[in-house]
């Protein structure tokens, strides 16, 4: 896990004009896609999707809040943490999305399927012409 003192690396001047947006920086930063799609912002068991993930560090999860409150001093916590939250999730959708890579055999192999299937058609299609 990085440390809380990375997040000087990312230049709050550069994310843009929202809080939003710096929190998402500040993650990205912090963090790479699959640790924040594994991760929650508690850790506590969500009942509707099944066992918790783990929680991200509570003294980074205050860095980024102390962080982005000091660039937008009307943002509160909760709010913030919403956005992590945001985050957090959003990554889980796209890493479910995300079709594994394949191996030079499975790409083979789904590629000679492909044309096993494609002269299956076509075997039958000239089977089905005949008949008539």
Same mark, same amino acid.
Not at 78 to 99: A, D, H, M, V, W
């Given at each position: 896990?990085?440390?809380?003192?990375?997040?000087?690396? @990312?230049?709050?001047?550069?994310? #843009?004009?929202? $809080?939003?947006?710096?929190?998402?920086?500040?993650?990205?930063?912090?963090?790479?896609?699959?640790?924040? $799609?594994?991760?929650?912002?508690?850790?506590? +068991?969500?009942?509707?999707?099944?066992?918790?993930?783990? $929680?991200?560090?509570?003294?980074?999860?205050? $860095?980024?809040?102390?962080?982005?409150?000091?660039?937008?001093? #009307?943002?509160?916590?909760?709010? +913030?943490? #919403?956005?992590?939250?945001?985050?957090?999730?959003?990554?889980?959708?796209?890493?479910?999305?995300?079709?594994?890579?394949?191996?030079?055999?499975?790409?083979?192999?789904?590629?000679?399927?492909?044309? @096993?299937?494609?002269?299956?058609? #076509?075997? @039958?299609?000239?089977?089905?012409?005949?008949?008539?």
């Amino acid at each position: 896990m990085p440390t809380v003192s990375s997040l000087s690396r @990312v230049n709050p001047s550069n994310t #843009g004009t929202t $809080a939003q947006k710096l929190t998402n920086d500040l993650l990205r930063g912090l963090y790479d896609q699959d640790c924040l $799609a594994s991760h929650s912002i508690s850790g506590l +068991i969500n009942s509707k999707k099944g066992p918790s993930k783990p $929680a991200l560090p509570e003294d980074q999860i205050q $860095a980024i809040l102390r962080e982005v409150q000091h660039y937008f001093p #009307g943002k509160t916590d909760s709010e +913030i943490k #919403g956005y992590i939250s945001q985050k957090l999730q959003n990554e889980s959708k796209r890493l479910r999305k995300k079709p594994l890579p394949l191996s030079t055999k499975e790409e083979e192999q789904c590629r000679m399927a492909s044309m @096993v299937k494609s002269t299956v058609k #076509g075997v @039958v299609a000239v089977v089905n012409v005949s008949a008539t």
